[in-house]
Each structure stands twice: as structure tokens, then as C-alpha cells.
């Protein structure tokens, strides 16, 4: 069983509500791949996910899910898991 992150953080900004699950600081590089977006997008039409490369690993994470505005940040919360769920579950 993958033992996912619990959320770290909820903010507003710009058009989307990042939800974050781990720390910018623990990554490398961080990018919004488009595989992860269309995952994404199978939760939440028009929400993104950002990647961390982890520091002196190959490996790569989920950071942050960020879901529209509109959404609400109660719902957010739930949907950016569901993202998170998808895309780290189906990684083992």
C-alpha cells in the first residue's frame, strides 16, 4: 500500500487554489508535465499538477495540485487527493 502525503498547505492564487503536498524546498527542479495534467484533468476539467525531481534521486513526486478557483478550496482539497491518489498509486 503507497502511503501518500497529507496536504501541507491550501492558498489562492491567480485563477487556481494550489494544494500542496510536499515542500518546494525538497525538489530540485520542479515542472507541470503534460501526461500529469491530463490525469489531472480526469478529476478536475482545467486543474495542472506540479512535479518535483527529488534532491539525489531519480525520482519524481508530486508537489502541488492546483484546481480552479471556482471550484471552492472545501472541494479543492478533495479533488487535488483524488489527483494525487491517481498519479502516486498508480506509480508502484
Known sequence: MVRLPSVKGVESEGDYIHVRFRQPSEFDEIRTPEWAQNVANDV?????????????????????????????????????????????????
Open 44 to 92: 478536475s476539467t482545467g486543474s495542472k499538477v506540479r512535479m518535483g525531481h527529488r534532491k539525489e534521486s531519480d525520482s519524481w513526486a508530486v508537489q502541488s495540485v492546483l484546481i480552479k478557483k471556482s471550484v471552492g478550496k472545501s472541494k479543492a482539497r478533495e479533488q487535488a487527493k483524488s489527483v494525487l491518489k491517481k498519479i502516486e498509486a498508480d506509480e508502484e
